[in-house]
Structures are given as C-alpha cells and as structure tokens.
C-alpha cells in the first residue's frame, strides 16, 4: 500500500504565502509524476501544478508565476509553494503521485485525503 499525507494548509490573508507539503510512503519502487490538484466548493477538481521525476514542472494558467512545485525524491515528498493568495485560491488541495510498487509493475496514481486552504479577502 502507499500513502500520501499532506500537511501546511490553514487561513491566510490575501497577499499571503503557504507551503504546502505532501509525503509518500509503503511499498514504492519508483514515482514519476508527482503534483498537486484543487477542488473550490461547487466547483470541479482542477489541476494546478506537476512535477517529473527529472524536474519539469506544469502550473495552471490562473498559478503561474505566484506557485511554485518542487520535490525531494529521497523523501518521496512534493511541496508547493504559494505566494500572492487571492480568495480564488481557496479550495481544498489535493496531493498525487504515480507510483509503481514493483520493477516490472504498472504505474498507478495515488491521492493524498486533502488539505484545506482558505484566503479570506
């Protein structure tokens, strides 16, 4: 089995900064994507942030250049970082990784439960 844990949400004012914290552990072989998702209430789930194994990284229109993902692959843990908040940003977030558990297995994607983040305006 493999588990993601999240922690560093809370309520931040607008302008403000939080990092965010997601760490994978059980039976891992390898991860490669690893990244982060957010669902607002009433609103579908959407993507905001990923990151290769090798560092490449993808950001959502509406994150770039206030988000930054980065990753530790010993500690099989991704972060984001996040600068400039608006109320918009405010959603449950979400933590993913593709994982393959054995050398010769498949790749799965696995979740994290959620870590919530609210702006107040």
């Known amino acids: 089995q493999v588990q993601l844990v999240e922690s560093g949400g809370g309520l931040v004012q607008t302008g403000g900064s939080l990092r965010l914290s997601c760490a994978a552990s059980?039976?891992?072989?390898?991860?490669?994507?690893m990244g982060w998702y957010r669902q607002a209430p009433g609103k579908q789930r959407e993507t905001v942030a990923g990151i290769s194994s090798g560092g490449t990284t993808m950001y959502a229109d509406s994150v770039k250049g206030r988000f930054t993902i980065s990753r530790d692959n010993p500690k099989n843990t991704v972060y984001l970082q996040m600068n400039s908040l608006e109320p918009e940003d405010t959603a449950v977030y979400y933590c993913y990784a593709d994982v393959r558990i054995q050398v010769l297995g498949s790749t799965n994607r696995y979740w994290g439960r959620g870590t919530q983040v609210t702006v107040s305006s």
């Open positions: 059980g039976s891992i072989f390898s991860i490669s994507g």
